[in-house]
């Protein structure tokens, strides 16, 4: 095949003095065979002939050459064409001619057998992307193949698609390109956002909407990513005296039994007290209550009312009796904060109609998983009035199908409560187990996110469940999210005749009085009262 292609003079024998040209030979006959031009055959031979060499390979060795070598190689060849005076294309970024040695050589070698197996498996998930060669190429040798190829394994076995995989794949090396990584590092949240909003500015795309999902797709890969790797920090990691917060947490737990959603609320504003002190200038230990003066104003200008206020203060009222004791801080400044005065039965619930509550269990009709699963939601926030973190954390063991009941774990008192499954709920929750749950995955948690890695639903999520049905159905409400539904299933029951005591069960109250404010808003009652015969009372 060589002869035929070079006839006479040195470059022949060049070709038939080089190792390997058996192997050589067959791979251009077979290129010939399946119709390739005297030219193409030409510059083929070529490239076969300098990965020879530069390669070392010889006949009798079987030596297995790795990817990064075949490119070192190629950068050769492409300094030696870049050097070569008759050239044709005179522009030096064109690297056309080092990809077409690069991808010839690999191709050639792995038809026999010298190169890392690992590149050939049709099991790797980058050579099941496409079968193109020159395309398996730019994941095989992009930096961190193991990083990469590892937390995509980890996407598919969670179940994640395959062309979302595709697409994660793509944006690994972009992300690895726009911070020129050479070695992991530890990254931040904040450094993430701000790489984000900076990819958006360099992205030239013109259609918007597509701006907008390159930006979301390089901000979600690279901290799911990340954060798998385990190179981001923590976003607590950051807040100041953080080791003073995390004792008080660990002593609230142990000594005052809080739960964990109490724990969490606690975190959630004392980290914002924390970062609130920084941006100020002060630390725990140089705290006063002018200080503390300017955060209770924050907080109202944020939108908190007086009832929110009033938790704020007994939360920063109970780290502060803390500190003092730790000495974290030099007075105790728990005695200065005062709640402001709450009236018995302030404010209304914002409870919707119960024919606007049957509007939003039908909303999701649809036969989608989500449309499933976001029904089965709204039927158990509207049937037992739960809250949002105990309907997260309801688990396939705590549905008794043979006994029809399921049992709820409650969040302020810790411990569970038992209620009958009705008919309702029992086929929201089979339609949901059996067409819109992945039960291949083995997770313990009822209800999950709707894309991978499909864990345990966030209250985030079911909030914007509830609120899309709210906005959609354009039903008005001041509070349009989970706890309106509570709020529903409280004042229908209590208007459908039953006792403080029993929708007090319901609801788990330690008190009565918390569930009377439902009865200001008894308006069949009320409805009675204006009907009466005022005339003959006065």
Same mark, same amino acid.
């Given at each position: 095949?060589?002869?035929?292609?070079?006839?006479?003079?040195?470059?022949?024998?060049?070709?038939?003095?080089?190792?390997?040209?058996?192997?050589?030979?067959?791979?251009?006959?077979?290129?010939?065979?399946?119709?390739?031009?005297?030219?193409?055959?030409?510059?083929?031979?070529?490239?076969?002939?300098?990965?020879?060499?530069?390669?070392?390979?010889?006949?009798?060795?079987?030596?297995?050459?790795?990817?990064?070598?075949?490119?070192?190689?190629?950068?050769?060849?492409?300094?030696?064409?870049?050097?070569?005076?008759?050239?044709?294309?005179?522009?030096?970024?064109?690297?056309?001619?080092?990809?077409?040695?690069?991808?010839?050589?690999?191709?050639?070698?792995?038809?026999?057998?010298?190169?890392?197996?690992?590149?050939?498996?049709?099991?790797?998930?980058?050579?099941?992307?496409?079968?193109?060669?020159?395309?398996?190429?730019?994941?095989?040798?992009?930096?961190?193949?193991?990083?990469?190829?590892?937390?995509?394994?980890?996407?598919?076995?969670?179940?994640?698609?395959?062309?979302?995989?595709?697409?994660?794949?793509?944006?690994?090396?972009?992300?690895?390109?726009?911070?020129?990584?050479?070695?992991?590092?530890?990254?931040?949240?904040?450094?993430?956002?701000?790489?984000?909003?900076?990819?958006?500015?360099?992205?030239?795309?013109?259609?918007?909407?597509?701006?907008?999902?390159?930006?979301?797709?390089?901000?979600?890969?690279?901290?799911?990513?990340?954060?798998?790797? +385990?190179?981001?920090?923590?976003?607590?990691?950051?807040?100041?005296?953080?080791?003073?917060?995390?004792?008080?947490?660990?002593?609230?737990?142990?000594?005052? +039994?809080?739960?964990?959603?109490?724990?969490?609320?606690?975190?959630?504003?004392?980290? @914002?007290?924390?970062?609130?002190?920084?941006?100020?200038?002060?630390?725990?230990?140089?705290?006063?209550?002018?200080?503390?003066?300017?955060?209770?104003?924050?907080?109202?200008? /944020? +939108?908190?009312?007086?009832?929110?206020?009033?938790?704020?203060?007994?939360?920063?009222?109970?780290?502060?009796?803390?500190?003092?004791?730790?000495?974290?801080?030099?007075?105790?400044?728990?005695?200065?904060?005062?709640?402001?005065?709450?009236?018995?039965? /302030?404010?209304?619930?914002?409870?919707?109609?119960?024919? /606007?509550?049957?509007?939003?269990?039908?909303?999701?009709?649809?036969?989608?998983?989500?449309?499933?699963?976001?029904?089965?939601?709204?039927?158990?926030?509207?049937?037992? +009035?739960?809250?949002?973190?105990?309907?997260?954390?309801?688990?396939?063991?705590?549905?008794?199908?043979?006994?029809?009941?399921?049992?709820?774990?409650?969040?302020?008192?810790?411990?569970?409560?038992?209620?009958?499954?009705?008919?309702?709920?029992?086929?929201?929750?089979?339609?949901?187990?059996?067409?819109?749950?992945?039960?291949?995955?083995?997770?313990?948690?009822?209800?999950?996110?709707?894309?991978?890695?499909?864990?345990?639903?966030?209250?985030?999520?079911?909030?914007?469940?509830?609120?899309?049905?709210?906005?959609?159905?354009?039903?008005?409400?001041?509070?349009?999210?989970?706890?309106?539904?509570? @709020?529903?299933?409280?004042?229908?029951?209590?208007?459908?005749? @039953?006792?403080?005591?029993?929708?007090?069960?319901?609801?788990?109250?330690?008190?009565?009085?918390?569930?009377?404010?439902?009865?200001?808003?008894?308006?069949?009652?009320?409805?009675?009262?204006?009907?009466?015969?005022?005339?003959?009372?006065?």
């Amino acid at each position: 095949m060589i002869k035929k292609i070079y006839s006479k003079g040195p470059k022949l024998h060049l070709h038939l003095d080089a190792p390997l040209l058996k192997e050589r030979e067959e791979y251009l006959l077979n290129m010939e065979n399946k119709g390739f031009c005297p030219r193409y055959l030409q510059m083929t031979s070529q490239y076969l002939l300098f990965a020879v060499k530069t390669l070392e390979l010889k006949d009798k060795k079987t030596e297995l050459v790795s990817l990064d070598r075949i490119f070192n190689t190629g950068k050769d060849w492409e300094k030696r064409r870049l050097s070569n005076p008759k050239r044709k294309n005179l522009n030096k970024d064109v690297d056309t001619k080092m990809r077409g040695y690069v991808f010839t050589t690999f191709k050639w070698l792995s038809s026999i057998s010298r190169i890392n197996p690992l590149y050939l498996d049709n099991e790797l998930i980058f050579n099941r992307f496409n079968k193109n060669a020159a395309y398996r190429l730019n994941y095989l040798h992009a930096p961190f193949l193991k990083e990469r190829l590892n937390f995509l394994n980890h996407l598919e076995a969670n179940g994640m698609s395959f062309n979302r995989i595709r697409e994660y794949a793509v944006y690994q090396i972009h992300i690895i390109s726009f911070f020129k990584l050479t070695s992991l590092r530890m990254f931040d949240k904040n450094e993430l956002d701000n790489a984000s909003e900076k990819w958006w500015h360099l992205d030239k795309t013109k259609n918007i909407e597509e701006r907008k999902k390159r930006y979301k797709n390089f901000h979600a890969v690279s901290f799911s990513w990340f954060k798998y790797l +385990g190179i981001l920090t923590s976003e607590d990691a950051s807040i100041p005296e953080l080791e003073k917060f995390e004792s008080y947490y660990k002593w609230a737990i142990i000594n005052k +039994g809080l739960s964990t959603e109490t724990i969490k609320s606690r975190r959630l504003e004392l980290k @914002h007290f924390s970062y609130f002190l920084f941006n100020q200038g002060y630390d725990l230990k140089s705290l006063n209550i002018f200080c503390l003066d300017k955060y209770i104003e924050l907080r109202h200008k /944020e +939108g908190c009312h007086r009832r929110s206020i009033g938790t704020v203060m007994t939360i920063l009222r109970a780290f502060f009796h803390f500190a003092y004791n730790e000495k974290f801080i030099k007075i105790d400044l728990s005695f200065a904060l005062k709640n402001p005065r709450l009236f018995s039965l /302030e404010t209304l619930p914002s409870a919707p109609k119960w024919e /606007e509550v049957q509007k939003l269990v039908e909303f999701y009709n649809g036969n989608t998983p989500s449309n499933i699963r976001n029904k089965a939601i709204i039927t158990l926030l509207s049937v037992y +009035g739960i809250r949002c973190s105990e309907l997260s954390n309801i688990t396939i063991k705590d549905i008794d199908w043979e006994n029809d009941t399921i049992i709820i774990n409650r969040a302020k008192r810790c411990n569970p409560q038992v209620f009958p499954l009705p008919t309702i709920v029992g086929n929201a929750l089979t339609r949901y187990i059996t067409e819109g749950r992945r039960n291949d995955l083995n997770r313990k948690f009822l209800f999950l996110d709707s894309i991978a890695p499909f864990s345990q639903i966030k209250r985030s999520t079911i909030y914007g469940i509830v609120a899309y049905a709210y906005k959609s159905l354009n039903i008005t409400l001041n509070h349009i999210g989970p706890h309106s539904l509570r @709020h529903a299933c409280a004042s229908h029951l209590i208007n459908s005749g @039953h006792t403080l005591k029993e929708v007090s069960d319901l609801l788990g109250h330690k008190q009565l009085d918390t569930t009377r404010i439902y009865t200001k808003i008894d308006i069949m009652n009320l409805r009675k009262v204006a009907d009466m015969n005022w005339e003959e009372i006065l």
